[in-house]
């Protein structure tokens, strides 16, 4: 099942394999954003000096802000509790972005580098 996941922005890494003794398998990672929060540029419960104590109810809720990276990014993920080909990965993908993205405007991602990096664990796993 795929999941949105969040996490460190440099610990976000793409394609990860696991083997924990018990449990081995792979972890996939796609669909990268940054997640911004919003800041409030002044603080509205703060009346000024020489500021009407009557403010209308629209003057107390108009409030700036100011968006800042979290150090955060979200992502889809994917758990395979054995090691999949590189078309079951990318077949995976397509399908999430398309059920994510349905009016059409994807983003970019470079799939053969997924089929790629799974290919490099197989030839990883079979070397051993």
Not at 39 to 49: E, H, L
Not at 53 to 68: F, G, K, S, V, W
Not at 103 to 118: F, K, M, S, T, V
Request: aromatic share 8%.
């Amino acid at each position: 099942m795929t999941v949105r996941d969040f996490m460190a922005a440099d610990k976000a890494v793409a394609v990860e394999q696991f083997n924990t003794g018990r449990k081995q398998g792979c972890i996939v990672r796609w669909d990268f954003e940054t997640v911004k929060n919003q800041v409030p540029t002044a603080d509205a419960r703060k009346m000024r000096r020489g500021a009407v104590r009557l403010r209308t109810a629209e003057a107390q809720t108009e409030q700036q802000y100011i968006e800042r990276d979290s150090g955060f990014v979200a992502c889809s993920v994917k758990v395979y509790h054995e090691l999949p080909t590189a078309d079951t990965v990318i077949a995976d993908i397509e399908a999430d972005l398309a059920a994510r993205y349905k009016d059409g405007n994807r983003p970019d991602i470079d799939l053969e580098q997924y089929r790629l990096a799974i290919e490099n664990l197989h030839n990883l796993n079979s070397a051993e």
